[in-house]
């Protein structure tokens, strides 16, 4: 409300230049709306985190300043309203000149700062929220949920889509500024594919490390590469890879070493009698990766472009 601050629920329609809300008891909508926000030179915030305990808020603020603060069920629902405002508020803009085809123009990337992000995660004003939380009985302290970071990452422009939020998410506890807390984290962390690792869920706790504590100690600035957090694909395809039985879904490329194995026989790090069109992957664990292409030009091709993501 705009006098009194509490939140009722109301029925919303959205038209090509105004959002007209109406009151919607037994079933039935009434004939005459109740409000109306017109669009044209609107600003919509997704995700608003001016509600700490509300995350699925939108706020739309008109272009004489008054604020609406709407709330949805699911964060699908939230993006999908704040996806189609956008859309709507975007066909009112005069019209411009047509943009250049994406598919065949440059697109502008940027390497994102850990170090920074990590600092910003901090700020006590602006900084993620912690919280507390329980999950399956026991109560974690001073903590906060995967979708609370992806959420705050977007409104902090660190990121345009959830994806590259969660991709970033991911680089931070893989350089040990966050950690996964909970039975839930722990578990995807063990199984999941790469890009669920940090998962974008209101359940799936994480909190810091003590890396931050000991920063004075990291002795070189960490980032994430513009080609790491759009996902783009350098190359794809179909290769063997030995089966350590264990359920490892991926780990990331930065400070790997990447070497060809001679093909005179069986490497005595090969399970097996394997042989041949083999390259090995050492990461900054130590833990050793031995892949088998299908030619000895598929495995040239792969190591030259995994050597160009492991600086």
């Avoid at 700020?123 to 609370?148: R, V």
């Avoid at 395809?237 to 030995?242: A, E, M, V």
């Avoid at 009698?273 to 792969?302: C, M, P, V």
């Amino acid at each position: 409300g705009h006098i009194v601050h509490n939140w009722k629920a109301r029925w919303f329609v959205l038209l090509p230049d105004r959002l007209l809300y109406y009151r919607y008891e037994g079933g039935k909508r009434e004939s005459c709306p109740r409000g109306k926000v017109f669009l044209a030179d609107c600003k919509v915030t997704c995700p608003c985190l001016e509600y700490e305990n509300r995350p699925m808020v939108i706020k739309l603020k008109t272009q004489k300043s008054t604020e609406y603060f709407l709330e949805a069920c699911s964060r699908e629902q939230r993006d999908t309203w704040a996806s189609s405002i956008t859309a709507a508020i975007h066909t009112l803009l005069p019209a411009q000149a047509p943009k250049p085809d994406p598919e065949h123009s440059p697109i502008e990337l940027h390497n994102v700062s850990l170090s920074q992000v990590a600092d910003s995660m901090h700020d006590i004003h602006s900084g993620i929220k912690l919280m507390n939380h329980i999950e399956q009985g026991s109560s974690f302290k001073k903590c906060f949920t995967g979708s609370a970071l992806v959420d705050w990452l977007v409104s902090l422009n660190f990121v345009v889509t959830r994806f590259e939020a969660v991709t970033l998410s991911s680089a931070l506890m893989d350089e040990n500024f966050v950690k996964p807390i909970g039975i839930k984290s722990i578990e995807a962390i063990r199984s999941g594919e790469l890009s669920d690792q940090f998962l974008d869920d209101s359940t799936a706790l994480y909190t810091f490390t003590e890396r931050y504590k000991r920063k004075a100690s990291v002795k070189h600035e960490v980032s994430l590469s513009a080609v790491e957090l759009s996902g783009r694909v350098v190359i794809q395809g179909y290769l063997l890879k030995q089966d350590d039985h264990r359920p490892v879904g991926g780990f990331p490329l930065r400070g790997c070493l990447v070497s060809a194995l001679e093909d005179n026989g069986v490497h005595s790090g090969v399970k097996g009698k394997l042989q041949g069109n083999l390259f090995k992957i050492i990461t900054q664990n130590d833990i050793h990766y031995y892949i088998q292409a299908t030619s000895k030009e598929e495995r040239l091709e792969w190591i030259s472009a995994l050597k160009q993501l492991t600086c």
